[in-house]
């Protein structure tokens, strides 16, 4: 997307974590549940984003979730001041419309 504020998922996590808007969980979590089970109540509550870090069976692994659960991390991932639904989706379909992006053939890549 033209004028896209982050470079990568790294600049999003940057900004979020200056926000106050993304914590590190590092109580042990499996998985298998325990993930889906705080992102659903991050979704019903409004929290913030969460980097786990301790994942059981997963040593020095670490999970990024919720980066887009609340209206206020789209907003901000849209670049937005406001974070009315009605907005976002305005946004969003603007940004779709045009020319989709053609694929690009490379020699080598996963």
């Known amino acids: 997307m033209e004028g896209f504020p982050y470079r990568s998922l790294r600049d999003w996590l940057s900004f979020l974590d200056a926000q106050v808007d993304l914590v590190h969980n590092n109580k042990e ?44 991390r789209i907003a901000r991932g849209l670049g937005l001041d ?12 603007e940004k779709l419309k045009g020319k989709p992006l053609k694929p690009k053939e490379v020699a080598t890549g996963p």
């Open 29 to 72: 979590i499996d998985i298998r549940g325990e993930v889906a089970a705080i992102s659903r109540k991050i979704a019903y509550t409004d929290g913030p984003a969460v980097i786990h870090e301790n994942i059981k069976g997963y040593p020095n692994w670490r999970l990024h979730s919720d980066g887009l659960t609340a209206y206020r």
């Open 82 to 93: 406001s974070s009315s639904p009605g907005e976002i989706r305005r946004v969003l379909l």
